[in-house]
Every structure is written in C-alpha cells, then in structure tokens.
C-alpha cells in the first residue's frame, strides 16, 4: 500500500512540473495601442507609459530573448496557470559600441529576481512599476 501512494506521489509531482506549453513557445512583438485605449489606461487605471518596438521569444528549452529597444535580455522562463515566470540571465546593450565601451561607463544591470507576465490566448501582458515609479504598460501579441 505504502508503494502505491509513493507511486502516486511521484506521479503527481511530475505532473505538476511545468514543461514549456506548446502553444505558448514563440515570438511575440508589442501592439501599438491606439489613442482610444492610451487614454483608458491612462485615465482610468493610471498607467504613465506604453512600451512598443519589443520583441520577446519563448524557446522551447524554457529559454527566452527579449529584445527592448535598447536591450537584448536572455534567461529562462516557465509558467504556472496563466502567468509566465521570466528569470533574466544577461542584459546588454544592442548597439555594439556601447555594449564594448558602455554607456558613460555604465553597462545595464541584470534585473533582479523573477519578473511575471500575465498571457491570455496569444498575447503577453507586462506590467510593472519603473524605477521612477511610473507605471508602465505593454502588450505583446504571436507573430
């Protein structure tokens, strides 16, 4: 009997291991939302910025790449439910003579801990506080 519920145990933490869901492996680029929308998630929620030109890739190894535009980030990233967990790994600059000689001596930092996305059918929704304390916004739909 003990052996039946080791069994079972095993079988269901291997279950809740998340590989990369099919579906979400891909590339996504931001929407430019339109003036309608700008102004509701302005007003209404009260969000100061809306991020476009970015691109991020989910690999199906549960690595990523997103490209900002002055960035390119690698890591690993997994989900849970309808969230998407990104571990930054590396950050640097995507011109090449910055990311040699470095932007007044300074080079990007990696971002610190575990950012979470929210997705939804084919889009990636970001949302987090800069570090002004801006809110910022972006939506990321499949290419």
Request: aromatic content about 14%; hydrophobic content about 30%; charged content about 25%.
């Amino acid at each position: 009997m003990k052996r039946r519920i080791y069994i079972l145990l095993i079988y269901l933490f291997i279950l809740g291991c998340s590989a990369p869901k099919k579906d979400l492996i891909g590339t996504y680029a931001s929407e430019n939302p339109s003036l309608v929308k700008k102004a509701w998630k302005t007003l209404a929620e009260g969000y100061d910025g809306f991020i476009t030109g970015s691109e991020l890739e989910l690999n199906q190894d549960s690595t990523f790449q997103e490209t900002t535009c002055g960035n390119v980030l690698t890591g690993q990233w997994y989900h849970k439910n309808d969230t998407i967990f990104l571990k930054y790994e590396t950050n640097k600059w995507r011109n090449d003579s910055l990311q040699q000689n470095g932007f007044r001596g300074r080079w990007p930092k990696v971002p610190e801990g575990v950012k979470k996305v929210k997705y939804n059918g084919n889009k990636i929704f970001f949302q987090w506080e800069s570090s002004e304390g801006e809110k910022i916004y972006a939506v990321l739909k499949k290419k």
